[in-house]
């Protein structure tokens, strides 16, 4: 089987498309990604003392960034549906100068979650890196991953985890 057959978005001869998801029946999903941002030693230490630069309170603000972003992810990745949302958690934690940022989006829908938890924690370490760059232009974007998703046909998937 070729990979133009394996990919789910893509026609034979090559083209977009999106996925029919109209005979599919809705199941519950779950989705989880994390993201890390190197924000280096003097930022991190900023953000332990008082968790806020110039513009704010970094991690909730990124926090809230990644629950707006995933309920709207169809908007910014072409080819996804509108899936009505049952719940969003986005956290963002400091370990020395990295935040970890995890998302869990979960959904009663004849589709999965996957890219609404990994836009979730894009649009959370985008905003990381915004509220911190006038510190520093150093500020590194390191993994966007989808560590987890669990319903629909394929069943469930955790990284690291053998089949």
């Known amino acids: 089987m070729t990979l133009a057959r394996r990919l789910s978005h893509v026609t034979r001869d090559g083209a977009a498309k999106m996925v029919d998801i109209s005979k599919k029946r809705p199941t519950g999903r779950l989705a989880r990604a994390e993201a890390t941002v190197r924000v280096g030693k003097e930022i991190g230490r900023l953000l332990a003392r008082t968790g806020s630069v110039a513009k704010g309170n970094v991690l909730e603000t990124a926090r809230l960034a990644g629950i ?16 009505p949302i049952d719940h969003v958690d986005v956290e963002a934690d400091l370990d020395g100068e990295r935040v970890r940022i995890e998302a869990v989006v979960s959904c009663r829908a004849p589709t999965g979650v996957e890219m609404e938890a990994m836009t979730a924690v894009s649009a ?9 760059k006038s510190a520093s232009k ?24 053998s089949r």
């Not at 959370?124 to 911190?132: E, F, I, P």
């Not at 974007?141 to 998937?157: D, N, Q, T």
């Open 68 to 83: 707006m972003a995933a309920k709207r992810t169809h908007e910014w990745i072409p080819l996804c549906h509108p899936i």
């Open 124 to 132: 959370a370490a985008l905003t990381v890196y915004d509220m911190c």
């Open 138 to 161: 150093e500020i590194t974007i390191e993994s966007i991953r989808l560590l987890e998703k669990r319903g629909g046909k394929s069943g469930a998937w955790k990284r690291g985890a």
